[in-house]
Antibody
Framework: QVQLVQSGAEVKQPGSSAKVSCKAS????????LSWLRQAPGQGLEWMGR????????HYSQKFQGRVTITADKSTNTFYMEVTSLRSEDTAVYYC???????????????WGQGTLVTVSS | EIVLTQSPGTLSLSPGARATLSCRAS???????LAWYQQKPGQAPRLLIY???SSATDIPERFSGSGSGTDFTLTISRLEPEDFAVYYC?????????FGQGTKVEIK
């Protein structure tokens, strides 16, 4: 069973950047990608983007294109999500999730990290 | 993008009762590409159902999904104490993947 362990909570100033990590163990990504999603306080879930580990290519939601970068370190099975130009509305719990792509469709989210709270405040 | 609307917003039921949660899409979801997740306070979501009606690994039989097109349902046959949580539907028929706003199942 794959396990995803994320880095700890962060407090950031408006205008700065945050980089969250997600270390995978116990599974493979041969048929999967690694997605990042977020959940603002008391709100629902929002998909931000994903990476295909074997290719190292990121794909982003239009909303986050240009402000979010997702990378992978294959040597350590660790994934990273960096978001720049932070504003108060970016305060949220950020999740990594192993996703499964389906023929004819896109992907659902099989396994989740525990979440990382990023607070943007001056 | 496809908008998912879940109803009701909150469902107040007693343990042992049957729960019926609805998820309606703004357009038809291709090939029943709809998933359901459970989220408890302070925890990450957990996949329950994919393909509208297929159970994920280790999910109890009391959870079942049905539906097609624009209307989908998650049914919990008999609520156990650990089932009181928020439930989200998610479509993966077209990009970007989108979620409903959630249904909270609370103890009556």
């Amino acid at each position: 069973q794959v396990q995803l362990v994320q880095s700890g909570a962060e407090v950031k100033q408006p205008g700065s950047s945050a980089k969250v990590s997600c270390k995978a163990s116990g599974g493979t990504f041969s048929n999967h990608g690694l997605s990042w999603l977020r959940q603002a306080p008391g709100q629902g879930l929002e998909w931000m983007g994903r990476i295909i580990p074997i290719l190292g290519i990121g794909h982003y939601s239009q909303k986050f294109q240009g402000r979010v970068t997702i990378t992978a370190d294959k040597s350590t099975n660790t994934f990273y999500m960096e978001v720049t130009s932070l504003r108060s509305e970016d305060t949220a719990v950020y999740y990594c999730a192993r996703d499964r792509r389906v023929d004819g469709g896109i992907y659902y989210f099989e396994n989740w990290g525990q979440g990382t709270l990023v607070t943007v405040s001056s | 993008e496809i908008v998912l609307t879940q109803s009701p917003g909150t469902l107040s039921l007693s343990p042992g009762a049957r729960a019926t949660l609805s998820c309606r899409a703004s357009q038809s979801i291709y090939s029943r590409f709809l998933a359901w997740y459970q989220q408890k306070p302070g925890q990450a979501p957990r996949l329950l159902i994919y393909g509208a009606s297929s159970s994920a690994t280790d999910i109890p039989e009391r959870f079942s999904g049905s539906g097609s097109g624009t209307d989908f349902t998650l049914t919990i046959s008999r609520l156990e104490p650990e089932d009181f949580a928020v439930y989200y539907c998610q479509q993966y028929g077209s990009s970007p993947p989108t979620f409903g706003q959630g249904t909270k199942v609370e103890i009556k």
